[in-house]
């Protein structure tokens, strides 16, 4: 941290190791005691020391889904997110799974310790890459999705070829609207249609509406205005602000 200036470590399989005890004669099967006072105390420390150091950008990514470990850390990732929550996308209407992830992230924020950020992705190191899983659109429908709602993005190796411009878009728009990056998140009191996911993102006195179509065909509102034809990335037209 003082000599490269790297903000900080992702801590590795912090919430306990996989791997059998490599001593046979110790009778437990697992070595690891990330689960334990000890292996948090281990992330305590991390952190302070990064925190000395770099009191404002400073940081400790934990890779745990656990509450536990995100006491300790500034961020854990959404495991959940990336292999469940998502892949109703491929196995159900894209009506049904958009209501349910609405209230399921509605239900997320409250669950965990306050101030708790998660790291939003949609592949990793662990996984098969999601233009396999999902198809291209809707690949960049969900990145959108993750820079959108509340966390923090992961853009995995080359998960970018192919979608660059989208991508950058993407984050230029997380960049330009404050909102975006810390803001509250309401995801249920914007109606939008079937299929459409919505969420009003507040910050201050700034406001933006995120509109993103799973669909892969126009979405139609009330009023006659359309919404973008494929699952890509939002255009500035499905943007409000006041």
Same mark, same amino acid.
């Given at each position: 941290?003082?000599?490269?200036?790297?903000?900080?470590?992702?801590?590795?399989?912090?919430?306990?190791?996989?791997?059998?005890?490599?001593?046979?004669?110790?009778?437990?099967?697992?070595?690891?005691?990330?689960?334990?006072?000890?292996?948090?105390?281990?992330?305590?420390?991390?952190?302070?020391?990064?925190?000395?150091?770099?009191?404002?950008?400073?940081?400790?990514?934990?890779?745990?889904?656990?509450?536990?470990?995100?006491?300790?850390?500034?961020?854990?990732?959404?495991?959940?997110?990336?292999?469940?929550?998502?892949?109703?996308?491929?196995?159900?209407?894209?009506?049904?799974?958009?209501?349910?992830?609405?209230?399921?992230?509605?239900?997320?924020?409250?669950?965990?310790?306050?101030?708790?950020?998660?790291?939003?992705?949609?592949?990793?190191?662990?996984?098969?890459?999601?233009?396999?899983?999902?198809?291209?659109?809707?690949?960049?429908?969900?990145?959108?999705?993750?820079?959108?709602?509340?966390?923090?993005?992961?853009?995995?190796?080359?998960?970018?070829? *192919?979608?660059? %411009?989208?991508?950058?878009? !993407?984050?230029?728009?997380?960049?330009?609207?404050?909102?975006? +990056? #810390?803001? $509250?998140?309401?995801?249920?009191?914007?109606?939008?249609?079937?299929?459409?996911?919505?969420?009003?993102?507040?910050? *201050?006195?700034? %406001?933006?509406?995120?509109? !993103?179509?799973?669909?892969?065909?126009?979405?139609?509102?009330? +009023? #006659?205005? $359309?919404?973008?034809?494929?699952?890509?990335?939002?255009?500035?037209?499905?943007?409000?602000?006041?």
């Amino acid at each position: 941290v003082r000599e490269y200036d790297i903000d900080g470590y992702r801590v590795d399989a912090c919430n306990g190791s996989k791997i059998p005890n490599w001593n046979p004669l110790i009778p437990y099967a697992r070595a690891s005691t990330a689960k334990l006072q000890g292996g948090l105390n281990m992330l305590r420390g991390l952190r302070r020391a990064v925190k000395e150091t770099k009191p404002e950008r400073g940081a400790i990514l934990a890779e745990s889904n656990s509450d536990v470990q995100g006491a300790v850390s500034d961020a854990i990732y959404d495991f959940d997110f990336c292999y469940s929550i998502l892949h109703d996308l491929r196995k159900r209407p894209a009506a049904a799974v958009v209501q349910d992830l609405r209230q399921w992230l509605h239900e997320q924020e409250p669950a965990g310790p306050a101030g708790l950020l998660r790291l939003r992705h949609i592949e990793s190191h662990d996984s098969l890459r999601s233009q396999l899983w999902y198809g291209l659109q809707p690949q960049r429908a969900l990145m959108a999705l993750s820079a959108f709602i509340p966390g923090i993005p992961l853009v995995y190796h080359e998960a970018e070829t *192919g979608s660059q %411009r989208e991508f950058q878009t !993407i984050f230029r728009l997380r960049k330009q609207f404050p909102e975006l +990056n #810390g803001g $509250s998140a309401d995801y249920l009191s914007v109606p939008a249609p079937p299929g459409v996911f919505s969420c009003l993102r507040r910050k *201050g006195t700034n %406001r933006c509406l995120v509109l !993103i179509n799973f669909n892969d065909t126009r979405a139609i509102f009330a +009023n #006659g205005e $359309s919404v973008w034809m494929s699952p890509t990335i939002p255009s500035m037209r499905s943007w409000r602000r006041d």
